[in-house]
């Protein structure tokens, strides 16, 4: 009897190791990162697969990433891409479309907030075919230093140049107040500046920057929604109004050789004290407020300030399998499990930034942290970049014509959208949507 | 009947060798031995040459699964008529001509004082050659924070000699000093390959044409118009062509300095190429691109090697 026990026993565990996959996951190597690698150790434990990671740095992400997928790899079985990929992604046959196993496991859509299934599920555009699994939650939101803004020395000399008590800004025009009271002002004997914003022209830095100023102008990528006709809508009067505006910003209120900035330099500049303001993706957030120097009472956060319109740029992710992976039911196997709601509230908790309306419409959410309502806000009025198959044209074009004009001083703001409007035709045309 | 290479090969091959190789032919030994060289010049070099040649014909981009289709030559004319590109020529044209006229300038200069015989010689050079034996990445990177408006040495150097502000100004970040910045580092990077390259000209030169012109009381300047410079040129030409032909195809360096910005001031072709390659996967529009490039290239060196071979033969 108890050899036959022993030899069922090893049977089973031969049997399960049989089973068991290591399975890789590719993301870019930033804070959240690191809280899924925590979250995954639950999923081993309770699988029996195992996990490893690639994380690659964000400014070669997009690059590293999307060769992996072009040439067929298979590094990757599952895939945290950016929201811009799932058109190329569900187009070209990068992902395996999820809607058999969706409805399989019964995971459902609805459990997860509209604009982010939206952004990182479905393509084309809105429709039910989903191609990724909402995963990361994120929008461009703002931080600054608490501490300055509350010293009455400084609160008294805002006052009398503005008429106004100094707190967080709610349009941009008293975002750019703000910006030029503190550059250049001594604080603490050190010379501080107003602003530190994204200006980065390798990758997508300054457009996921500028579109933060052209969205709540009034910009808006296409005249009618599904079209293509962005004569009037790209380059509107309220658009050029945006651009001149964060150009106007850059200029006035930035430090020093702050000509190719993206989100670590962002950091940097706001965690060193040289700035009073900056802006970055909320998934950094959680990390700022545990910073043992500018964190806690030091810092606080506000959503990106309204003009015309509230809005705010998206980022985050949806989770994907890769259609070239050998592994795709483990792969699956663990999108099932990231997609339970339990899972769901501990991905926030470690400092992710759950999609999952058990999280977000949980009462307790908005005073969970300092920046949760301030993400709510946010991702109600979330735009998006193009994310058409040829999006890295479109978002390269936009580069060029942005960088060239609010850092190089190249022609005006009318011309640089004239002009994009110019490269994205072109690129349409291409294409064989115009 | 030609006398090819593998002929020449085969005759000189001493007979003991191929009868040691039992029914193989001397002729057939010989293209045994070459064979390999033969495989991989064509599948290394020349067919990825006709391939890039035929792909710029079409519309072909490598991350999409569409028909390809063959639009003759409208990528030609795209790229030839676009203003941005012509920007990007003149980026580059400005910094190979800029790199090169300081690279020798400086390059020969420090080539002539080093000739001379003095004390430390031997250290000097070493050192001055230092700069080339890093990677350049390692340059790009330290260059960047060399040229920080707010901690970098570059402009506090730049502010102890004029007063100005370290802080005023960027060197890459600014447009009209960016380009100067760039041309600055690959100067300080390889001025000592020209240097070397001179110095073997200089030490090549025979004492003896020197001790003549004495005998004829030709002046030092006279010396150096009538002997140095003339018996140097073919070291200084060929060393140009080397750089010209580096800087032209120019990438590592640039990008880690500058990125090509700031906005599109400092891309170089190559940036620009590898762009609309690998970034924006225009494949057929980006062979088209390589194409003109490698055309470009490939017409200049050739003229410039015929100069360089009259030089020569003088």
Redesign the interface.
Known sequence: MKSTLLWAATALTAAAHAQAEDLTLCWAAWDPANALVELSKDYEAQSGNTMHFEFVPWPNFADRMLNELNSGGKLCDLLIGDSQWIGGGAENGHYVKLNDFFDKEGISMDDFAPATVYAYSTWPKGTPNYYALPAMGDALGWFYRKDWFARPDIQEAFQAEYGRPLEEPKTQDELMEIAKFFQGREIDGQTRYGVSIFTERGSEGITMGATSALYPFGFKYTTEPGSYEMEGAVNSPDAVKGLEFYKALYECCTPPGYTDAYMEQTLDAFKSGQVAMAMNWFAFFPGLYADPNIGGEHIDFFVNPKEKVEASVLGGQGISVVAYSDKQDAALDYIKWFAQPDVQKKWWSLGGYSCHNAVLNDPSFPESTPFAADFLVAMNGVQDFWQEPAYAELLLAMQKRLHDYVVADQGTAQEALDQLIGDWTETFQDEGKM | MTDTVIDRAARATPPSVARRVRGVSDRMLAWIFVAPTIFLLLSINIFPLIWTINLSFT?YK????RPVEYIGFENYHRILTDK?VWLTMQATAHFLFWTIFFQVLIGFALAWLINRKFKGNDLWTTLIVLPMMLSPAVVGNFWTFL????IGLFNYVVSFFTGADP??F?M??Q?NLAPWAIVIVDTWMWTPFIMLICLAGLRSIPDYIYEAAEVDRASKWRQFWTITIPMALPFLMLAVLFRGIENFKMFDLVVLL????????TELTSINLK?EA?????TGYASAYAIILFVTVFGLASIYVKALNKVKER
């Not at chain 2, 490598?62 to 699964?65: K, V």
């Open positions: 519309n490598a991350n999409r699964n941005d040229y920080q408006p707010q802080s005023s960027s890459i970040g447009v500058t990125g090509g910005g700031p906005g599109s001031t762009r690998f970034e924006k996967w225009r």
